[in-house]
């Protein structure tokens, strides 16, 4: 322990993770706490992410506007709208929220102290998104990243081409529904958006446990077109492209589909044990995470000379970042869901 | 090797039967030959060579990538070629990408995944390759070939080579699917399957119209079985026993005998040539006949129950002890082929003529007849089909004497009359989603019967599971029950309370050690649900130990 702490002395005087999440000393703020705290940042809405009970909030509009949706308007004693790129002075630290390109509001977190700068990713993404805004990729002397899909097996497929895959099921088999798992917030509306974008002008059909999310995004600025809900479909919708959570999948519900093509929108169909155990029949590999590459990538194009790892497979990117003349830990932090992508 | 990774892709996800036929018909009719002759190939018999895959393979990735990566990444996938499919990409002959700190890298796009400008990598030509391919550069090859191919096409490669596809599809599927082409008949398919090889482009032409049906005058191919109807009360009735004889319905596997020139064959009743398995068997049938009968494990002329025979089903290879303790017999009952002659085409009764006179002359070891029960009423055969409760015997057939040998199941001539069902109270304990159709329904169901410790103490053991036998309705029922009273799940098995009692028909009971029983049902299905009765009210272990074969296999050790 106490190497350890030589060796990372320089941010972990500051900075480090307690039961409640990784805390900010100087700056008297935790990020992504699971534990009601007095300051929390928060750099998405996601449950394993944002939860209640927090004194103060900051985060971007959207993110609060998802916490409050979910939690109810009082879920937090106070909040603090940042917009990205904002500065802004909390202790002796500086705060600024950039994009993550992860889903609708979510930010990195950027804490600038005496001449360094650290990076905590929250959850990232490379790739353009319509719902969420591009990732930017900020240099620094620490880097903090996911690891969610941290195994170099995992390489999601174009966005376009998976989207596609889609569409020509539902071109040869017009008399099956097509059932899509996806998670309610983020992948719903990105996958939503991705088929707009690939022309696809019918309405879309929705679980009624995406229904809410879905109107949150459409108030806060993003077109998804035309939506309807299965319970008040006239038909089995054969032909027709339903939306649902994952639990949804085998369940009950389903069955007043027309003989499901059951799909799943998630970076875990890229390995086949993993669709072959939900019973999927058509896995899109449409992630809202980075794949391997881009973890690599972007470890490098940081140009932090130190790289703490969370949530995730952090084993394998650990090793990476290592091989690649960084000095690399494993942060563990207490209360992510590695499924919940 | 883009269509045939296609199917492949395909098939490994699509759940029903009839996607995965749809799918094999449709490759069969669009892809070339040879390239679909050794996908069919693949998909049944396999293919004439085999590799020592993992260690090329192991070899290649220690070159090429970073072994802790590759472990990490094993751990996860759990399946070493769909691994190195996965990682390919990653990895780079000589330098890692993800180790350069040049920051002009471009890591994704870089990768070429096609032999540059080069025509496609065809199945046919890896096949050809490798037929002749020095094992020393075995790894070599591999590695040029998974350079130029995409994720999908890579996972299907290593799939061949390792020998077993596991997309779910059974050979008697792709055989189906080949009959399908030119809606014919699954059995023809099989009739000349044992007389043709891979490519199959004989099969195909033919097929497809192009040439002849294939030659099978040569060879030792398999003779589609004529097979029997269920015995219902109606048929029962109106059965003239004047026009009939009946025979005991032995409790082994069917099997059809075909040897000539030499040379013998012994097949399942599904084609599937099983003559390696039996090697006692087949060694001494020197003849020119093809017949028909039942394979059984005999010992002492006694027939040992059916459990003794599983023994020595699906292996490869079969040692010295197993041919010892377990000795395989056929008892045969008709015969199709003797000397030359069809014999097909005469009544029953001539063919039993001539069987009988064959076997009085050649007499092979390990064959003898099946008896024709004497019978003078229908009251008498059926008092002796109710006494009957030999391990040995699964019931009655009844065989139309004028009946002509007849591929297929044909009404009528044959009738099974299998002796009435064990049946036994049981409780379920867990159920697991189905499949296809049924796969948001909890419908496959283990249940198990009290074994009792002590007069406070009992506990439930599994006996046996089952997934038919009730209605579509009563599925819908027992499903929202199993929803209603789950109290554990581990991914598609949910754990009950133990409170519902079917009541669960089966043919037999025998010693297995998967079960901590101690004993498994055979072909179990619910007869009834007993919505009535209370759990407690349940059957005990001792009352189906008793009803156990008196004869007790040998060496069939039983777990605690």
């Known amino acids: 322990m106490a190497t350890r702490l030589r060796k990372y002395s320089q941010f972990e005087s500051w900075l480090r993770p307690d039961p409640s999440g990784l805390h900010c000393l100087p700056g008297g703020f935790h990020i992504d706490p699971v534990r009601p705290v007095d300051r929390a940042i ?6 394993d992410h944002a939860r209640p009970g927090h004194r103060a909030v900051l985060a971007t509009r959207e993110t609060i506007a998802i916490m409050q949706a979910r939690f109810g308007p009082n879920a937090a004693g106070h909040y603090q709208e940042s917009p990205y790129g904002q500065s802004n002075t909390i202790g002796d630290v500086t705060v600024t929220l950039v994009p993550g390109g992860h889903i609708l509001g979510s930010a990195q977190v950027i804490i600038d102290r005496m001449g360094c700068r650290v990076v905590v990713t929250g959850d990232y993404k490379r790739r353009p998104d319509p719902t969420a805004a591009l990732f930017q990729l900020v240099t620094c002397d620490l880097f903090i ?3 969610t899909f941290g195994l170099p097996v995992f390489r999601h497929e174009s966005d376009a081409g998976e989207i596609g895959r889609l569409l020509g099921s539902l071109q040869e088999y017009p008399d099956r529904t097509h059932l899509v798992g996806a998670y309610i917030l983020g992948k719903t509306q990105r996958l939503i958006a991705l088929l707009r974008a690939a022309g696809y002008d019918r309405p879309i059909w929705l679980h009624g446990a995406l229904a809410s999310m879905c109107d949150l995004y459409k108030q806060l600025g993003v077109n998804l077109g035309e939506l309807a809900l299965v319970k008040d479909a006239k038909s089995k919708l054969p032909g027709e492209i339903v939306l649902c959570p994952p639990s949804a999948l085998k369940d009950r519900w389903s069955r007043r589909l027309a003989d499901p093509v059951i799909a799943f929108a998630s970076g875990w169909m890229r390995v086949r044990a993993r669709a072959r155990q939900r019973g999927v029949e058509l896995p899109l590999v449409i992630s809202d995470h ?7 990538q972007t470890i490098g194009e940081s140009k932090a000379e130190e790289i703490w790892v969370t949530h995730g497979h952090e084993e394998a990117l650990v090793h990476q970042a290592t091989r690649m003349g960084k000095r690399a830990r494993a942060l563990a932090l207490v209360g992510f869901e590695e499924e919940a992508e | 090797m883009k269509e045939f990774a296609a199917l492949l892709d395909r098939l490994s996800y699509s759940p029903s039967r009839n996607a995965k036929l749809r799918l094999l018909v449709d490759y069969l009719r669009t892809a070339p030959d040879p390239d679909r002759g050794w996908a069919l190939a693949a998909l049944t018999d396999g293919l004439p060579f085999s590799f020592p895959l993992r260690r090329t393979l192991s070899e290649i990735m220690d070159r090429r990538s970073d072994p802790e990566l590759f472990r990490l990444s094993r751990d996860y996938v759990g399946d070493t070629a769909e691994t190195v499919a996965l990682i390919w990409d990653q990895t780079q002959p000589g330098v890692d990408p993800t180790l350069t700190s040049d920051p002009a890298w471009s890591h994704r796009y870089s990768h070429v995944n096609m032999q540059g400008g080069a025509t496609p990598l065809r199945l046919g030509e890896v096949i050809s390759q490798l037929a002749h391919i020095d094992r020393a550069l075995l790894g070599e090859r591999l590695e040029s070939w998974l350079d130029g191919l995409g994720t999908t096409e890579r996972w299907a490669l290593l799939k061949l080579l390792t020998g077993a596809l596991r997309v779910g599809v059974s050979a008697r599927l792709a055989k189906t699917a080949v009959a399908e082409m030119a809606a014919r008949e699954v059995t023809e398919i099989e009739e000349v399957w044992h007389a043709i090889a891979p490519p199959y482009e004989g099969l195909f032409a033919w097929i497809e119209g ?8 040569q060879a030792l191919v398999f003779r589609p079985l004529m097979l029997s109807h269920p015995l219902e009360r109606s048929d029962w009735d109106a059965l003239d026993l004047a026009k009939f004889w009946a025979e005991w319905k032995w409790d082994g596997i069917r099997v059809q005998i075909v040897s000539r020139c030499e040379k013998t064959a012994l097949f399942s ?6 003559s390696r398995t039996f090697p006692d068997v087949v060694e001494g049938c020197r003849f020119d006949a093809v017949l028909d009968g039942e394979l059984l494990v005999v010992r002492d002329g006694q027939v040992a129950p059916f459990g003794d025979l599983q023994q020595r089903l699906n292996r490869k290879s079969v040692s010295k002890r197993q041919l010892e303790q377990f000795p395989a017999h056929v008892r045969l009952y008709d015969a199709l082929l003797i000397d030359g002659d069809d014999l097909r085409p005469l009544p029953l009764t001539e063919r039993r003529t001539r069987l009988e006179a064959w076997h009085a002359r050649t007499s092979p070891p390990r064959t003898d007849l099946s008896a024709i029960i004497a019978a003078d009423s229908k009251d008498q055969l059926q008092q002796l089909w109710a006494a009957t409760r030999d391990a ?12 002509p040998y007849v591929a297929g199941r044909p009404k009528g001539l044959w009738y099974k009359w299998k002796r009435a069902p064990l049946t036994l109270d049981c409780v379920l304990m867990y159920a697991q989603r189905g499949s296809g159709k049924r796969s948001s329904y909890y419908s496959d169901y283990t249940f198990g019967v009290w074994r009792v410790s002590s007069s406070v103490q009992r506990e439930l053991v599994p006996v046996g599971k089952a997934y038919f036998g009730f209605t579509d309705a009563e599925l819908v029922e027992i499903d929202r029950w199993v929803r209603n ?5 581990f991914g598609p098995v949910r754990a009950v309370a133990p409170k519902l009692v079917f009541e669960v028909a089966f043919d037999a009971v025998q010693a297995s050690t998967r079960h901590k029983s101690g004993v498994a049902m055979r072909f179990p299905r619910i007869l009834r649900i007993r919505w009535d009765k209370p759990a407690e009210e349940a059957d005990r272990l001792e009352t189906l130990l008793n009803m156990m074969p008196t004869e007790r296999p040998i060496e069939v050790r039983v777990k605690r």
């Open chain 2, 269 to 274: 009743r599904t084609g599937d040539d099983i």
């Open chain 2, 392 to 403: 040995s015997i699964e019931g009655i057939m009844l065989k139309r004497r004028a009946s």
């Open chain 1, 145 to 147: 990243t996911e690891a």
């Open chain 2, 210 to 217: 192009r040439g002849s049906i294939p030659d099978v005058t």
């Open chain 2, 485 to 489: 009273n789950t109290v554990d799940s």
């Open chain 1, 290 to 296: 980075c794949d391997w590459p881009e973890l690599v």
């Open chain 1, 42 to 47: 928060i750099t998405h809405g996601h449950s």
